[in-house]
């Protein structure tokens, strides 16, 4: 069965660090496009960040530009997502999705056309 797996997620104080992993079964991920997710209680889901299928092009909203960098490991079919500088507005439930749709900046802030998404991983920025 074709799935996605979020880990990583778990409790920071504001200004620390997480790692987040997306992992891919049943499929190769360097054939899609990953983008990663997040849903804050009270709010949409909203796009963070996005990465080619050849890795060549990085999307980050405005939120995550400076602190967040999204990479791809082909050898362990895995996209990781550093988020460094957490802040309290950060705090939500985070998801990797893939879709083999061509890139495009537009597709990274929206939630449509993802074939696969993960169950998600909890983030909670707190002091």
């Known amino acids: 069965q074709a799935q996605l797996v979020e880990s990583g997620g778990g409790l920071v104080q504001p200004g620390g660090s997480l790692r987040l992993s997306c992992a891919a079964s049943g499929f190769i991920l360097d054939s899609y496009v990953i983008g990663w997710f997040r849903q804050a209680p009270g709010k949409e889901r909203e796009g963070v960040s996005c990465?080619?299928?050849?890795?060549?092009?990085?999307y980050y909203a405005d939120s995550a530009k400076g602190r967040f960098t999204i990479s791809r490991d082909n050898a362990n079919n895995t996209v990781y997502l550093q988020m460094n500088s957490l802040r309290p507005e950060d705090t939500a439930v985070y998801y990797c999705?893939?879709?083999?749709?061509?890139?495009?900046?537009?597709?990274?802030?929206?939630?449509?056309?993802?074939?696969?998404w993960g169950q998600g991983t909890q983030v909670t920025v707190s002091s």
């Open positions: 990465i080619s299928s050849s890795s060549k092009i990085r």
């Open positions: 999705a893939g879709t083999t749709l061509p890139y495009q900046s537009g597709r990274c802030r929206s939630t449509v056309g993802y074939e696969y």
